[in-house]
T-cell receptor, first 110, second 114 residues
Framework: EADIYQTPRYLVIGTGKKITLECSQTMGHDKMYWYQQDPGMELHLIHYSYGVNSTEKGDLSSESTVSRIRTEHFPLTLESARPSHTSQYLC?????????FGQGTRLTVV | AQSVTQPDIHITVSEGASLELRCNYSYGATPYLFWYVQSPGQGLQLLLKYFSGDTLVQGIKGFEAEFKRSQSSFNLRKPSVHWSDAAEYFCAVGAQGGSEKLVFGKGTKLTVNP
């Protein structure tokens, strides 16, 4: 059973607010990822990390930022939320070739 | 660049009927291929994966998939669908090197009629 957790599961927030989506894994995986998922669309990679102090942008341009200060923790931050940020955000960690996903955070910006 | 196509956006089957979900991929080398399932409001759960060897792979929940290099396909099958199989199914190819990200198809939503 994968141990990767995302909080909150659901978030409704007003425009202009700063938010942080949390992602934690207890498996000691070095590689971690953030994907964005819109209804009827494929998941798009927005950020990834090879390990502590390593962060890279993914294929889909995103105004969010990430940090990786600890192996187990990979939070995603939006400094000023906008309605266009409304989406589902999925965090994953990877062992070898297998990725394990959290349950996602569904973000709505009003 | 890698890409995945799932031609069927939505499939409806009756409970007990057989199921096949189609997946075609584009990748220059031997791909790592995956099928994930996502129930409403949930994350993705790995059903099965193919790396090499036997082209017919078995997964959880009675699913199997067959890798056909000549057709660039990795179709998912189940001989008898249960109502609990209703969900969205994603095919993915794993990039080797670089970010080692997963490249996903747009998904196929499965509805199971009683």
């Amino acid at each position: 059973e994968a141990d990767i957790y995302q909080t909150p599961r659901y978030l409704v927030i007003g425009t202009g607010k700063k938010i942080t989506l949390e992602c934690s894994q207890t498996m000691g995986h070095d590689k971690m990822y953030w994907y964005q998922q819109d209804p009827g669309m494929e998941l798009h990679l927005i950020h990834y990390s090879y390990g502590v102090n390593s962060t890279e942008k993914g294929d889909l341009s995103s105004e969010s930022t990430v940090s990786r200060i600890r192996t187990e923790h990979f939070p995603l931050t939006l400094e000023s939320a906008r309605p266009s940020h409304t989406s589902q955000y999925l965090c994953a960690s990877k062992r070898g070739t297998e990725a394990f996903f959290g349950q996602g955070t569904r973000l709505t910006v009003v | 660049a890698q890409s995945v196509t799932q031609p069927d956006i939505h499939i409806t089957v009756s409970e007990g009927a057989s199921l096949e979900l189609r997946c075609n991929y584009s990748y220059g080398a031997t791909p790592y291929l995956f099928w994930y399932v996502q129930s409403p409001g949930q994350g993705l759960q790995l059903l099965l994966k193919y790396f090499s060897g036997d082209t017919l792979v078995q997964g959880i929940k009675g699913f199997e998939a067959e890798f056909k290099r000549s057709q660039s396909s990795f179709n998912l099958r189940k001989p008898s669908v249960h109502w609990s199989d209703a969900a969205e199914y994603f095919c993915a190819v794993g990039a080797q090197g670089g970010s080692e990200k997963l490249v996903f198809g747009k998904g196929t939503k499965l509805t199971v009629n009683p």
